[in-house]
């Protein structure tokens, strides 16, 4: 049973009011970086939400940059720190991402509509509301002269929605030397439950290789491929250990030439999670080493690992002690959940103390009835800014 924390933050009070005072302010910055649609696989229409936030935080006397790699499919990256003169030596990462799942033109089909409170509209929830967050805490401390021990550094990706690729390497980076990592991906459930777990991930691209063969005048020449998949995707899914959170998934396959030929290939993909780095090792071992059972057929895997757990290590269950704690002071009893999709907290969480599920509360990630409640966004800034002024944690 966790013990109860203190609530006599003394910031809390006039961090929960400016916010309540500032809701319309969020609305509009909410409506802006939606109407600037920004799928993942169109780079140019990144620069949208980003000349938006860079204008944001640049207002608010942040050096801001946006980092571009040499791959023509990369949207960029925006870095925003304190000036200079205004810098502790110490620095947290707050990330989040700026691309979505929806294509440009979404809109027509999908406006953005406020009924009840509720926000609806293609990523307002994934996650247009958490960058929403990030400004509207940053200003609240800057207009209340509340100056954190510990830096704010904003990180904002364009590729978080494909696992991140473009953007793993500098996200890296700037954990190993980060005091702590503040994710404001959506919370979870309408309890706005914060995510201090999530499974580890990794794909293989699986090649099977068999022998083609007339199938009216010869079949029994031939070995099928297909015949030979079908197999190793039924132990493959054996694997499967939902009790222990570790999942093997087959979700697409393909193969063959013709009808009336022994099928000489076969490919599919192969989706696996699990809770723990030991676990995701283990299971990525036991994927390779599966054989076919038809004779003279042959299999490759290509792929691997691709995200390591966020686990609830230590160090993450200390930053989620503050995470409780500012709750508290804010009148807010929060509940963490561990869940199985990734995201930057996976990356983050290697090198530095980790929480994820700092955005808004909503529902309908990646869905047609995407929607945020218009009442969390001051909540989950206030919540934010709190955690942005605690002290530094020490690795």
């Known amino acids: 049973m966790e013990t109860p924390l203190p ?31 920004s799928p993942t696989p169109d780079p140019e229409s990144q620069a949208g939400p980003q000349g938006i936030l860079r204008e944001a935080l640049a207002t608010l006397g942040y050096d801001v940059r946006v980092l571009r790699g040499r791959d023509s499919r990369d949207g960029g990256r925006l870095l925003a720190r304190p000036p200079r003169g205004d810098r502790p030596a110490v620095y947290q990462l707050v990330v989040g991402h700026s691309d979505t799942v929806w294509d440009r033109g979404t809109l027509l089909k999908m406006p953005i509509e ?41 990180y904002v990706n364009s590729d978080e929605e494909i696992g991140s690729p473009y953007s793993e390497r500098h996200t890296k980076l700037l954990a190993r030397g980060a005091d702590r990592a ?6 979870d459930g309408p309890p706005g ?12 691209q699986v090649t099977v290789n068999g022998k083609a063969a007339h199938a009216g005048l010869d ?52 989706d696996f999670r699990a809770s723990t780095c030991e676990d995701l090792e283990e299971l990525a071992r036991a994927l390779e080493a599966i054989k076919p059972d038809v004779p003279d057929t042959t299999v490759r895997f290509e792929g691997g690992i691709e995200r390591a757990p966020l686990e609830r290590t230590p160090r993450n269950r200390r930053l989620w002690e503050a995470v409780r704690r500012s709750g508290a002071a804010l009148g807010l009893d929060l509940e963490e959940v561990f ?23 909503g529902e309908g990630a990646h869905a047609r009835h995407e929607q945020v409640k218009l009442d969390s966004l001051p909540e989950r800034a206030a919540l934010l800014a709190l955690l942005l002024l605690e002290p530094p944690l020490g690795g």
Not at 224 to 244: K, P, Q, T
Not at 342 to 351: A, K, P
């Open 193 to 204: 439950r914060i995510k201090t777990g999530r499974k580890g991930n990794g794909t293989y």
């Open 114 to 154: 406020i009924r009840n409170r509720v926000v609806y509209g293609p990523g307002t929830f994934d996650m247009k509301g958490g960058l929403v967050q990030i400004v509207f805490a940053l200003r609240a401390l800057r207009e209340l002269e509340l100056r954190p021990e510990v830096a704010p550094v904003v």
């Open 219 to 270: 079949p029994q020449a031939g070995r099928s491929a297909i015949v030979a998949a079908a197999g190793l995707i039924e132990r493959l899914h054996e694997l499967n250990d939902y009790a222990r959170g570790q999942t093997v998934l087959v979700g697409q396959i393909e193969g063959g030439t013709r009808p009336n030929v022994v099928p000489a290939e076969c490919w599919f993909s192969v």
């Open 182 to 187: 503040l994710i404001v991906e959506p919370a």
């Open 339 to 361: 869940v199985g999709g990734g995201s930057d907290g996976n990356i983050t969480s290697v090198y530095t103390p980790t929480v994820d599920g700092l955005g808004p509360v």
């Open 7 to 37: 609530t006599d933050t003394p910031h809390a009070g006039p961090i929960a009011d400016w916010m309540d005072s500032h809701v319309d302010g969020m609305l509009d910055l909410l409506i802006r970086l939606v109407e600037a649609e």
